[in-house]
């Protein structure tokens, strides 16, 4: 039993309207002013702005609703319970394991913590590129601030672990600058399980900040109930119709529907799944750019033993960081990666690094000393970058098709160069590309050697994101995105989405903040015109 | 289960027939209501001890107790998996359980109780250096399988110096 008290029981003891699951059976049909598919970064925030405004709202999420109490910091509890496919999503042809929340607070409830502004080299080339010149860096600035403001997005005054310290370290001794991480937490307690749900509450998610206040403002929330697709009619969204489905996503209750009338709907499931639901709704798509361009920050790791401790488990996950291998080339040119460190727990560890056996056994004997980096590929502003497309099997559900090209693996290639030089640089007494032909080595010239060797080809190199984007990109004209500029879908006019598939390429940064601030303006200009107020009640 | 309907479910076990000749092959699913099958036990015991040699405890009884509690934990995860991952998992694992699949994939001959853990793990590295990819996938997904539900449990935690979280 949790020594901490849980704002979600407390909320559902003050009368929260929660259906779904153990929460009561799913009404036949509801009414509502605006209904919302998905309860993540663009949803939570889309809530609180519309029920301040005073609007009705019903938010549907497919996962389950889990909170403080549950979150005991096992990964075998949290992988099934709060991730797609537990924890297990893949590409079509399986070469990127993909980590992408599935309950209530979205990908929010499991993330890492780090919060960057959207770069406005990014920014510039969205101006540029895709007719969206309302996305400047000073334009979107107050809406970065209220988001900041509302989520606690502060510097971390806490000293970065050794696992992230060991960046700062190889970095400062190769002369490449580092940055310090904000972060979305309130009283912290530095434990770094943020990947499992928190369990103090000081993260500050969707699942303890926004969806509560939306709950708190009348918003009815339906859980464990996915949208199968909208009914569309005369270029408007008639209604959702949507399911009960169970912990593995199969539909309860016979497949019996529910169905949500609403004057305007905002899709907010996330990139792959926004896309699904379009597609199963057969959404008019004249250009073909739906779950086209969508993007995943393809990641690829090196693996250190370091003579002293690591222990990569404990502390603040994320809180340092390199945008070198960003800044120092131009951003539609070869591919650059922003570098970080991960948290580190048995199963992430068991599952990623390659191998079988006793040097399996040997490595993992050493996950104490164990220091492992990661390198973000900034995807989707070269040509040779289009990212992957959004399918449907035959029993509806979403696969990403995301080739792993000569060009995105070249990417691979230079980060795990630049890993292994900073991870010696560090002190390394040993350094592995994570890659199933990579070897330990003893020394950076050996390293340097051996990866420019390496075959990088997918299912060889071992690749995996956790930030999905794009999808429903936000376009100028319809001709380049899926969505307007103000995030009203191009062919559905009561259709919005509000997501991280609204980027037209990938971030170049942890996306979460994007998701928040972008996604405030265009929630604030949609309860605008859905009221008639002149002004709407910001964030913060 | 029809050959056809097979087919139709997936890549993996037309182009695996085809590569194993089995055209006469009736298979049977690997996975049956989501549980694992009886084979599909002896196959994942036998990966077991082969992709966990050297991390499983080395004494007779309490390495035979811990292969017993992994196959008890795959059984568990397959459960919480969604239909299209225990569709293929189950096609895999089905295939796998009859001899020319077992060939065909992953170029074991013995049986999976009868080979030894070093012929299972000469034979998973032929599936993971494969020029195919469907070799490599399907040696990527036991391997995550294994090694994720091995770990799931705390009491493998000590070997890899791992304390469990703080207690709050």
Not at chain 1, 190 to 209: D, E, R, Y
Not at chain 1, 515 to 540: D, E, F, H, M, W
Not at chain 2, 8 to 17: D, E, H, N, Y
Not at chain 2, 49 to 55: D, K, S, V, W
Request: proline share 6%; net charge neutral.
């Amino acid at each position: 039993m949790s020594n901490f008290p849980d704002p979600i029981r407390e909320g559902l003891q003050r009368g929260w309207k929660v259906r779904g699951g153990a929460h009561g059976a799913l009404p036949e049909k509801i009414t509502c002013d605006v209904a919302i598919v998905g309860s993540g970064a663009g949803a939570g925030i889309t809530a609180e702005l519309l029920t301040r405004a005073g609007l009705s709202v019903v938010i549907v999420e497919e996962g389950p609703l889990k909170s403080s109490g549950d979150f005991r910091q096992h990964e075998a509890e949290a992988y099934p319970a709060l991730y797609q496919e537990s924890a297990s999503r893949k590409t079509e042809d399986k070469a990127i394991s993909i980590l992408q929340g599935r309950c209530v607070g979205g990908s929010t409830t499991v993330n890492w913590t780090s919060s960057f502004r959207t770069p406005p080299p990014t920014l510039r080339h969205w101006q540029a590129h895709f007719g969206l010149q309302d996305f400047g860096v000073e334009t979107l600035a107050p809406y970065f601030e209220q988001a900041e403001r509302r989520l606690h997005v502060s510097p971390w005054q806490v000293a970065p672990n050794e696992n992230n310290d060991l960046l700062r370290k190889g970095a400062l001794q190769l002369g490449i600058p580092v940055g310090s991480i904000r972060r979305n937490v309130k009283g912290c307690w530095n434990l770094g399980s943020c990947g499992m749900g928190c369990p103090t509450n000081a993260k500050q998610s969707m699942l303890v900040t926004t969806i509560p206040a939306a709950l708190d403002k009348g918003a009815t929330l339906l859980v464990e109930t996915r949208a199968e697709q909208f009914v569309l009619a005369g270029g408007k969204v008639q209604s959702l119709r949507c399911v009960a489905v169970d912990a593995n996503g199969r539909a309860r209750d016979a497949g019996r529907a529910t169905t949500i009338v609403a004057q305007h709907f905002v899709l907010s499931g996330g990139a792959i799944n926004s896309p699904a639901v379009l597609l199963r709704s057969k959404a008019p798509d004249p250009h073909q750019r739906l779950g086209t361009r969508t993007f995943l920050h393809p990641v690829v790791m090196s693996a250190a033993v370091m003579e002293q401790a690591v222990e990569g488990w404990a502390g603040a996950p994320q809180s340092i960081y390199t945008d070198h291998y960003l800044e120092t080339q131009p951003i539609d040119g070869p591919m650059g990666f922003k570098l970080e460190a991960p948290p580190l727990h048995p199963v992430i560890m068991a599952t990623s690094m390659p191998g079988h056996g006793p040097g399996q056994a040997d490595m993992l004997a050493q996950f104490p000393r164990t220091h492992v980096l990661l390198a973000l590929l900034r995807d989707g502003f070269h040509e040779q970058s289009p990212g992957g497309r959004v399918k449907l099997r035959g029993d509806g559900s979403a696969v990403l098709d995301y080739p792993l090209t000569d060009f995105v693996m070249e990417g691979g290639r230079r980060a795990l160069l630049a890993m292994a030089e900073l991870q010696f640089a560090a002190g390394a007494q040993q350094v592995l590309p994570v890659h199933e032909m990579g070897k330990p080595m003893d020394s950076w010239a050996q390293a340097k050697a051996a990866i420019e060797q390496l075959p990088m080809k997918p299912l060889l190199t071992k690749v995996v994101s956790a930030h999905v984007m794009g999808g429903c990109g936000l376009g100028g004209d319809e001709k380049l995105g899926v969505v307007r500029p103000d995030g009203v879908h191009w062919q559905v006019e009561n259709l919005s989405v509000h997501d991280g598939s609204l980027f037209p390429t990938s971030v170049g940064a942890n996306p979460q903040l994007s998701i928040y601030g972008i996604v405030n303006r265009l929630a604030q200009g949609l309860a605008q015109r859905l009221t008639g107020q002149s002004q709407v009640q910001p964030l913060a | 289960m029809q050959r056809r309907s097979l087919l139709k479910l997936g890549l993996v076990s037309g182009a695996v027939l085809a590569l194993a000749g089995g055209a006469a092959v009736l298979l049977q699913p690997g996975l049956e209501q989501g549980r694992l099958a009886p084979g599909a036990r002896v196959l994942f015991a036998s990966l077991g001890r082969a992709i966990l040699q050297g991390t499983l405890p080395a004494e007779p009884g309490a390495q035979a107790r811990a292969v017993q509690g992994l196959v008890e934990r795959i059984d568990a995860l397959a459960q919480n998996l969604p239909a299209h991952v225990q569709a293929e998992l189950s096609q895999l694992v089905g295939l796998l359980c009859t001899a020319p699949g077992r060939w065909g994939l992953a170029g074991l001959a013995p049986g999976w109780d009868e080979a030894s853990a070093d012929e299972v793990r000469a034979a998973l590295d032929g599936m993971r250096f494969s020029g195919l990819a469907l070799r490599q996938q399907a040696y990527h997904a036991l391997h995550e399988i294994v090694g994720g539900a091995y770990f799931s449990d705390e009491a493998t935690w000590k070997a890899m110096g791992y304390p469990g979280p703080m207690v709050l």
